[in-house]
């Protein structure tokens, strides 16, 4: 749905600032996609329903970024099978952060490692390539967490500057820390 929202925000302003002069224009810089599933090496949206979609998402890949900004999702899995919330396997994603956050790591549990805003930190730090610029609205888990140990010392190993602002906003702590 926030796709579609977009899209037509986009497009009606930018209609709206042309007037009546020119004729209505589709915005083709947005693409529906799994943000992670973009980058695994099969497509999983069907190319007969979504081969224009699919032909902007390849275009958009070719050309280098250097900002992604966003709010990652929180999500580790389900807590029981009747949730029918398992996390996606995206073999590329979950291949890079066994080769770099689980293999600099010391902790004996790597399960935290496959946390969804754990793998937005790695697929955004491989899409930019060597420049720019990373903001996200995170948990603060990885701060001090020993199951992050391997995330912190990668990002210290890939990154030229780390500015990472802690709002304290994880109330499963107690006392200081929580506020």
């Known amino acids: 749905l926030s796709y579609y929202i977009a899209a037509i925000n986009i497009e009606a302003t930018f209609d709206e600032i042309n007037g009546d002069a020119e004729d209505y224009v589709p915005f083709e810089g947005i693409v529906l996609t799994d943000t992670f599933e973009s980058t695994e090496p099969e497509d999983t949206l069907d190319d007969d329903y979504f081969g224009t979609n699919d032909a902007r998402l390849k275009r958009q890949q070719e050309v280098p970024i250097t900002a992604i900004i966003g709010n990652p999702p929180y999500s580790s899995g389900q807590n029981n099978a009747n949730e029918n919330n398992k996390n996606i396997h995206y073999s590329n994603l979950e291949k890079r952060i066994r080769n770099t956050y689980i293999k600099n790591s010391k902790a004996g549990a790597k399960n935290t490692a496959q946390d969804s805003y ?27 967490s020993r199951g992050a140990d391997g995330l912190r010392k990668s990002l210290f190993e890939e990154f030229n500057y780390l500015y990472i602002f802690n709002l304290r906003g994880d109330q499963r702590t107690q006392g200081e820390t929580s506020r």
């Open 118 to 144: 754990i793998r937005a930190i790695r697929w955004a730090s491989d899409r930019l390539g060597k420049q720019g610029v990373i903001g996200f609205v995170s948990n603060g888990s990885f701060i001090d």
